[in-house]
């Protein structure tokens, strides 16, 4: 993660849909909430939700702890490519938590209109991952290009089998 937000279009555009489809998806979720039928999606949403909670969290605190952020400055404003923690195991956990937030809404109403507003919503945070790959290039060089190849963007289960065989062949 470099030390601001790029200020490109698709990040602008993130931010707008973030308002835009954020807010009805919330309206929407809250309508919706008690209309999902099966009760195991309702139980994986409510822990996806969480998790997604927890990871937005994790995200901040990683930032401050190992980014090099100044003393009273936003968490985003890093200094230090933060490669540890969370990032050893995905790229850009903080788009992969709002992905899973709107997965997680989905699952809990499971009502068609909250779907609709939730794919415009999660797909916007790919592409913003896609976005700020590209700035991360330009503010990092080649450190991050190695970082691209050993760590994987928003995969999760991928990132930790890599991790999973890692510890494993550094144990043989």
Same mark, same amino acid.
């Given at each position: 993660?470099?030390?601001?937000?790029?200020?490109?279009?698709?990040?602008?555009?993130?931010?707008?849909?973030?308002?835009?489809?954020?807010?009805?998806?919330?309206?929407?979720?809250?309508?919706?909430?008690?209309? /999902?039928?099966? !009760?195991? +999606?309702?139980?994986?949403? *409510?822990?996806?939700?969480?998790?997604? @909670?927890? %990871? #937005?969290?994790?995200?901040?605190?990683?930032?401050?702890?190992?980014?090099?952020?100044?003393?009273?400055?936003?968490?985003?404003?890093?200094?230090?490519?933060?490669?540890?923690?969370?990032?050893?195991?995905?790229?850009?956990?903080?788009?992969?938590? /709002?992905?899973? !937030?709107? +997965?997680?809404?989905?699952? *809990?109403?499971?009502?068609?209109?909250? @779907?609709? %507003? #939730?794919?415009?919503?999660?797909?916007?945070?790919?592409?913003?991952?896609?976005?700020?790959?590209?700035?991360?290039?330009?503010?990092?060089?080649?450190?991050?290009?190695?970082?691209?190849?050993?760590?994987?963007?928003?995969?999760?289960?991928?990132?930790?089998?890599?991790?999973? +065989?890692?510890?494993?062949? *550094?144990?043989?």
């Amino acid at each position: 993660m470099a030390n601001q937000c790029p200020k490109t279009f698709i990040h602008q555009l993130f931010h707008l849909t973030l308002v835009v489809l954020g807010l009805p998806l919330i309206g929407a979720f809250i309508f919706y909430f008690n209309r /999902g039928e099966n !009760f195991i +999606l309702k139980i994986l949403g *409510i822990i996806l939700l969480i998790f997604s @909670l927890f %990871l #937005a969290w994790l995200t901040v605190y990683m930032f401050r702890k190992k980014g090099g952020v100044a003393k009273g400055e936003s968490f985003v404003k890093t200094t230090k490519l933060v490669k540890s923690g969370i990032y050893s195991v995905v790229r850009h956990p903080q788009y992969l938590s /709002g992905i899973l !937030f709107g +997965l997680s809404f989905v699952l *809990i109403s499971q009502h068609w209109l909250v @779907l609709i %507003l #939730a794919i415009p919503f999660m797909f916007i945070f790919y592409i913003a991952a896609l976005d700020e790959d590209r700035y991360c290039i330009r503010e990092f060089g080649e450190s991050y290009r190695e970082y691209i190849k050993a760590v994987p963007r928003v995969n999760l289960i991928s990132g930790i089998a890599s991790r999973l +065989l890692l510890s494993r062949d *550094i144990n043989r």
